[in-house]
Structures are given as C-alpha cells and as structure tokens.
Nanobody
Framework: QVQLVESGGGLVQAGGSLSISCAASGNLFSSTMAWFRQAPGKEREFVACITSSGSGTNYAGSVKGRFAISRDNAKRTVHLQMNSMKVDDTAVYYC???????????????????WGPGTHITVSS
C-alpha cells in the first residue's frame, strides 16, 4: 500500500519562495513522482515530475525556471522548491506517484495511480 502526504503549503507573497514536500510510505523506489496543481474552477494541471533515479525531470512551461523538483529516495521524499511565485500559482498542490520499470516521464494526471490529499498554497499580491 502506497500513501502520499504533502506538507509545507501556506501563504506567500508574490515574488517570494516556498518549498513543499511529499512523504511516501510503501515502496516507491522505482516510481516517477510528480506535482500537479488545481486552482478553483480549473482542471488539474501538471507542474513537474522526476524519474525514479532522479536523473530526469520535466516542467510545465509556466513554472520552468522558477520551480525545481527533487527527490531523496533514502528518505522517501519529493520536494518542490518554488521561487519567484506569482498569484497565478495559487492552487492546491498534489503529489503523485506511478511505479515504473524504467526512468519514464509522465505529465498527464491519468498516468499516475497514487495521489496525496493535497496542500493549499495561496500567493498574495
């Protein structure tokens, strides 16, 4: 059984930084991990993902250069460092995981089988 729990959300001013984490229980050693977000009234959208080895990453165009995803397989955690935050980054952020055989990149919500409950982030102007 795999469980994901996000932490670190909250309120941040535009232009500021915030880091959120995802703690995983169960065996996620060989899983692509990702962050998605969903703003009120909008569909869930891809933010970033990282391959099981950590050697590959992919970012949505809207966050590229501002956000950085990383993972620590020994600690079973995935992190998202968010810099130069914008009001449009306001959303519920979800951690997702999908077991893989090889290092693979997935960017669609339906590609992921495991999800955390989400953490709220509000960016104020």
């Amino acid at each position: 059984q795999v469980q994901l729990v996000e932490s670190g959300g909250g309120l941040v001013q535009a232009g500021g930084s915030l880091s959120i984490s995802c703690a995983a229980s169960g065996n996620l050693f060989s899983s692509t991990m990702a962050w998605f977000r969903q703003a009120p009234g909008k569909e869930r959208e891809f933010v970033a993902c990282i391959t099981s080895s950590g050697s590959g990453t992919n970012y949505a165009g809207s966050v590229k250069g501002r956000f950085a995803i990383s993972r620590d397989n020994a600690k079973r955690t995935v992190h998202l460092q968010m810099n130069s935050m914008k009001v449009d980054d306001t959303a519920v952020y979800y951690c997702a995981a999908q077991p893989t055989v090889y290092d693979e990149i997935f960017s669609r919500p339906r590609d992921y089988g495991y999800w955390g409950p989400g953490t709220h982030i509000t960016v104020s102007s």
